[in-house]
């Protein structure tokens, strides 16, 4: 069964920044992460995906151009390195699998299309 754990969370100031990691484990895997984001009160929402080579990257617009999402396969690890935060940044940070890379190229963030998720990572953005 595949495993995945963030971490890199933490409380920062506004401007600042953080780089989140999510490791896999359990099993061989190839295939898209996402990092999606949950506000206190709000629904959760897709962040950034990344396809299974790193040659295929989506970004929400609320975060385009701040944050980078990369992969090192070798380490079975997907960073989010997030820079210029701002307090709406604020939420726990989940990574999900997802089957294949598709979703990637066009921005698919639909639940159902991931089939392993984390337990998350606090983002706390406050001055």
């Known amino acids: 069964q595949l495993q995945l754990v963030e971490s890199g969370g933490g409380l920062v100031q506004p401007g600042g920044s953080l780089r989140l990691s999510c490791v896999t484990s359990?099993?061989?895997?190839?295939?898209?992460i996402a990092w999606f984001r949950q506000a206190p009160g709000k629904e959760r929402e897709g962040v950034s995906s990344i396809s299974t080579h790193g040659g295929n990257t989506h970004y929400v617009e609320a975060v385009r151009g701040r944050f980078t999402i990369s992969r090192d396969n070798d380490k079975n690890t997907v960073f989010l390195q997030m820079n210029d935060l701002k307090p709406e940044d604020t939420g726990v940070y989940f990574c999900?699998?997802?089957?294949?890379?598709?979703?990637?190229?066009?921005?698919?963030?639909?639940?159902?299309?991931?089939?392993?998720w984390g337990q998350g990572t606090q983002v706390t953005v406050s001055s």
């Open positions: 999900a699998a997802a089957a294949s890379d598709f979703g990637v190229i066009v921005g698919d963030y639909r639940a159902d299309e991931f089939h392993s």
């Open positions: 359990g099993t061989s895997y190839s295939g898209a």
